[in-house]
Structure formats: C-alpha cells, structure tokens
C-alpha cells in the first residue's frame, strides 16, 4: 500500500498512539507494506547486510530467580554447568575461524568475584586468539559500573541487558520481590558512561501485557539511546511461576507481533542494529528468516557445544538443541540467501547509531579510538 508509506517515510518522530498503530498492523498487504518500508529504512540508515554474532552460552548458573526464566535459581530440575576455558577458547577459535566477525559471550547472572575474574581472563584470552579481530558483546546481566569498566579494558566492547519491559509495574509482576526496575536502567547508564555500545530488549506477548506498553517500549529506547536491540515474543517454560499463568495472545499473534515489533522500532530507531532472535524460530522454522525481511540485521548463531545445549532453556521449545556450529551456520546461511539478504563475514558490524552518537567519522582513526576505550581497539569503519 504506496499511501501507507508515503504517510509515514519522512516521520522521525512517533506518539504512543502512532506507534501503537503501526504496531496493530494486520492483514497481508498492509503489513507487507510495513515490513517494505522498515528494510528501506534499514537499507539507507543501518548497517547493510546481515552480520552474525556467534553465541556462547558459557554457563547455565544464575544468582537471580525470574519468575519466567527457565535457568532460574529455584529451578531444581535444571542440570547447572559452567564450560571450561578451553571450551570457551575452541568455541571462540572456530567463531573467528569461521569468520564471524563477532560473537556473544552470555551465562546465567553472576556478581562473585571468581565469576567475575573468570570473564575478565577469557576476554583477554579471546583477545589474544583471534589477534583482536573478533569483536565481543556480553550479556552477563546486572554488575556494578567497576565490573563493567573491567571487562571493556579486558575487550569487550558491546552489551547487551535486556529490561524485558520498561513498564515498572509490569517488571515487578514478572520478577520477585526485591528486584529493582531502576537498578536496571541504571546498569544502562553505567555502560553507556564506560564506553559501550548499549543494547537492551523486551519480550513481546507477555501475560497483561498491553500494545501501549510495547509502544512505550520502542519511545525508551530511543530516549535512552540504544545502539542495539534483542527481543522476541514471550515463550514460557514450564517449570517456571509463569507457566500458569493465562496467555491473551495466540503463539500466531505473538509471533506477528514480534514481526511488528522488529518492523516499528527499525522505522522509529532507524541506525540501530536490530537481531532476529531465536524466540521467533522457536515459534516459526523460518523466524529468524522473517525477521530479517520485518527489518532486523544480526543473528546470533549458537556456537555452544551441544553437551550443553539441553542445559541452557530459558523458554521451552527453543530450536538447534542438536545442531552443532557446522550445521547451524549452514541452515542459517542458506535461509538467509533465501530470503534475499547477505551475510557479511570478518567485520564487526557496530552499530551506526553507536558511531553517530560518539562523533566517530571513522573508528581506524586512532586518536578517536584511544578516546573512546583508552587503549588500541579495533572498530569497524562507520
């Protein structure tokens, strides 16, 4: 529907009530044309192509007790493991070898001091493996602003903490008592201060959860100033409080409307880099594929050895427990050549938005590098 994009191609700034219509989009030809003018904002404002993050899900041993998370500390049917450094090593080897350009280093949360150290140590070590060419995102949940500040020198440069809703009431009815909605979005100010590129995201779908929430979601975003966003409709696991809890949506909404979601914060966030993420496939064979035709433009392959996939469910149902690296990347790369988009290999894929935000012309210009980390690190050109 050309009227439909030509109402809102020049718009930079949207109400709740805007965004919630855009987000309410139904029917095949109305939503083709969101979808159609969110990869034509992401062509000419984001990153191009599609960049993959190669995922390591280092540990499955959690402080904290979400009440939908399925690694949460009561769960007493789950099996905790922490992998090895030279797991951790291999899995990064073949990350780089495999020319991914990046990966995530992600685990249960953790705030003691061995925990700590041990991310320190692997960072320095992937560091020196891969000859500072890959690019590393953690997502190791909340930390104090020292932590974050040690583990950007030690070579992370980007971090995800997802806020799941930026609705204070809805946070607290999904986590236990005592867990604090401003904590988090403090953590977000401390690793956008420390030098981060900042990512966050929300689940989509979840029990009372309302369309003008989700709406309000995208608007924190942006006057938070996110680089990245992960987020994908809400799976519940079963052995979680959650689980009993009564669904309004269907897994078909929640998985349109994840779409939607992709598709309304590319249009309104524009430059930032968005991941199709894994929840979609667990809800569609080819999620992840559609995501990125809804305007997402990284995915994050599980490069975790399948000895410990089974281990790591936030969310029943979640795909390529038995695929190993090999086979993962072959299935991702061939639905993505379908879905007429590209991979592109040995590059970072920073986030334009992160570039623009810090002044960067061009990131291989030293003086700009040593300003933003205070020691030599490779960034790709913005």
């Not at 020049?10 to 979808?35: M, P, R, Y």
């Not at 623009?356 to 061009?362: D, H, L, Q």
Request: a negative charge.
């Amino acid at each position: 529907m050309t009227s439909f994009s030509d109402s809102i191609q020049q718009k930079t700034d949207f109400s709740v009530e805007e965004i919630c219509s855009l987000l309410e989009t139904t029917g095949e030809g109305n939503t083709a044309s969101l979808f159609s003018h969110a990869c034509r904002v992401k062509n000419a404002h984001a990153r191009r192509g599609v960049h993959f993050r190669g995922i390591i899900e280092l540990s499955n041993i959690c402080e904290r007790d979400c009440l939908y998370c399925g690694i949460r500390r009561s769960n007493l049917d789950v099996t905790r493991f922490q992998m090895t450094k030279q797991q951790i090593l291999d899995a990064a080897a073949w990350t780089h070898k495999a020319g991914y350009g990046s990966l995530v280093i992600q685990a249960g949360e953790r705030r003691d001091a061995g925990f700590i150290d041990f991310i320190e140590e692997m960072l320095r070590e992937i560091k020196k493996l891969s000859g500072g060419a890959l690019g590393i995102t953690l997502s190791l949940g909340e930390q104090s602003k020292d932590v974050y500040a040690r583990w950007f020198e030690a070579g992370a440069h980007r971090y995800l903490l997802r806020i799941e809703t930026s609705d204070p009431e809805l946070y607290r009815q999904i986590h236990p008592p005592g867990y604090s909605f401003e904590e988090r979005v403090a953590c977000l100010g401390f690793l956008r201060e420390t030098g981060y590129q900042v990512g966050t995201g929300v689940m989509i779908g979840l029990p009372g959860q309302t369309v003008a929430q989700l709406a309000s979601d995208i608007l924190f975003f942006k006057e938070n100033d996110i680089d990245m966003i992960g987020m994908g409709p809400y799976i519940p696991h079963h052995s979680t409080p959650m689980f009993q809890k009564p669904l309004e949506l269907s897994v078909d909404s929640r998985f349109k409307l994840g779409l939607n979601m992709i598709a309304v914060t590319r249009i309104v966030l524009r430059d930032v880099n968005i991941a199709a993420t894994t929840a979609l496939q667990a809800l569609k064979s080819d999620g992840r594929e559609l995501g990125l035709q809804a305007g997402a433009n990284i995915i994050m392959p599980n490069v975790t050895s399948t000895e410990y996939r089974t281990g790591y469910q936030l969310y029943d149902n979640k795909p390529c427990m038995d695929e190993n690296s090999e086979v993962c990347r072959d299935n991702l790369v061939a639905g993505i050549k379908n879905a007429g988009e590209t991979v592109i290999y040995g590059q970072w894929g920073d986030s334009k938005h992160f570039c623009k935000r810090k002044g960067i012309e061009s990131s291989h210009d030293s003086a700009t590098v040593s300003q933003l980390s205070g020691h030599a690190r490779r960034l790709e050109q913005c």
